[in-house]
């Protein structure tokens, strides 16, 4: 009895609270654990923006070291190379920047390439590379062998203008684009290649009056620009960006993929026929098409697309084996009669053989001297497109890469430049996007 009696005196809270202790110690550590994670979570995070932002920087600075190196091969271009275009022909050093600039921002195995190229050990070279995980390369290529179809802008410029045009429907004539025009665009209009040549224009001009090719009045622009999906108001002012064609009335993406390639919106109303490059023949056979003579309007060759390629591509090889063109009166000569401008040019270089040509069979086509006057020229480059990558890889599969688009005119005058040397004046970027 006495046993029981002291069992039944004993607190029923004291059995109860046992255990307690362990409880508390588990929920402290779960909170301290769920602590201790997300502050490590924040941590990995601030670690990775903080190399993300640092690795950015490093390859933008890249990316303009790249530029920099660009505007060194162009002033060099300029200064060394344009001068004695006469007696070494039209070389162009910026065919060699890709190897130049990879001496500078690639590996050793590309800094040892352009030391065999050179003749010399890539291991006394000091000063080049930007270390391991790290590279800049630059793609530097002349916009002035493209047609600017900001020619069609201003006020009411109206030679301009139709130059422009015949040029654009002599870009747009083969057959092999019918698909681009037979076919309605997303707002279900269908644009003939007339009506495409003429809303660029219209697009660039500041009037509201439709462009006509004899000069008069069209009637008021009406290209509906705000009935679509996505409606917007047409410019009626100079292209920002060739990439504003794009919302040109008849231009789409297919439009873009094959022309696009051609046109820009900067330099001179007259492209450069030296600086057209040979997967932009189509350009030279529009060219040739625009300038032929009102009498060999129905020469086959023109109304040929394959002969046309044919013929144009021949134009511009032999201006490649002959140094480039000398002068606009060449450049009709050599679409006029190639063999001839051939061994004219041999003649000239002192090449033994014969040179006499008076009889000697046209084969080309013939221009018109002042129609070609009024749309090419030769000689020197102005407009440079420079378009510069930096590239730092930390891990295998992590990286980061920064791309700078830029544009620079040779030609402009820049009145910001406090040196007082004149030459640091001439030249301006007009176009300059960090991606």
């Not at 032929?292 to 002969?307: G, R, T």
Request: net charge negative.
């Amino acid at each position: 009895m006495r046993a029981l009696w002291k069992r039944l005196q004993r607190p029923v809270a004291m059995s109860r609270q046992r255990g307690i202790a362990l409880i508390v110690v588990i929920v402290v550590i779960s909170v301290l654990a769920a602590v201790l994670n997300d502050f490590a979570y924040h941590s990995t995070v601030d670690l990775e923006a903080a190399a993300n932002s640092r690795d950015r920087m490093r390859a933008e600075y890249l990316a303009r070291s790249s530029i920099n190196l660009g505007r060194l091969l162009i002033k060099i271009q300029q200064t060394l190379i344009d001068k004695f275009r006469a007696q070494a022909g039209d070389f162009q050093i910026a065919e060699f920047a890709p190897y130049l600039i990879k001496a500078f921002g690639g590996d050793a195995d590309e800094r040892a390439g352009l030391g065999s190229l050179l003749g010399i050990s890539s291991s006394s070279m000091k000063g080049l590379g930007v270390g391991q995980g790290a590279s800049f390369d630059l793609d530097l290529t002349a916009e002035d062998g493209k047609l600017n179809v900001n020619c069609g802008g201003g006020i009411n410029d109206t030679p301009r203008q139709q130059v422009l045009y015949g040029v654009l429907t002599a870009l747009f004539f083969p057959p092999t684009y019918n698909s681009l025009f037979d076919t309605s665009d997303p707002d279900g209009q269908v644009s003939t290649r007339d009506d495409v040549a003429k809303a660029i224009v219209d697009w660039a001009d500041i009037d509201s009056q439709k462009f006509s090719v004899d000069g008069k009045s069209g009637g008021s622009e009406d290209y509906r620009y705000d009935v679509g999906k996505d409606p917007f108001k047409e410019h009626n002012h100079f292209f920002d960006t060739a990439e504003e064609v794009n919302l040109v009335r008849g231009v789409g993406d297919e439009f873009w993929g094959t022309f696009g390639e051609v046109l820009t919106v900067y330099g001179g109303c007259k492209v450069n026929a030296s600086a057209i490059t040979p997967e932009h023949w189509p350009l030279m056979a529009a060219i040739v098409r625009a300038t032929v003579k009102d009498s060999d309007a129905k020469n086959p060759i023109l109304l040929s697309d394959e002969l046309m390629g044919q013929h144009a591509q021949m134009i511009m090889g032999l201006a490649k084996m002959t140094g480039g063109f000398s002068s606009v009166a060449q450049f009709i000569q050599m679409a006029t009669d190639p063999a001839a401008a051939m061994q004219a040019s041999d003649a000239s270089k002192g090449s033994s053989g014969s040179s006499s040509s008076s009889s000697s069979t046209t084969t080309g086509i013939h221009l018109d001297p002042v129609k070609v006057d009024k749309i090419i020229t030769v000689g020197p480059r102005r407009i440079w497109r420079l378009d510069a990558t930096g590239k730092v890889q930390r891990t295998r599969s992590r990286g980061v890469e920064v791309h700078i688009r830029a544009i620079w005119d040779t030609q402009h005058f820049n009145q910001n430049n406090n040196s007082p040397d004149p030459n640091d004046r001439m030249g301006t970027w007009l176009f300059w996007r960090i991606e």
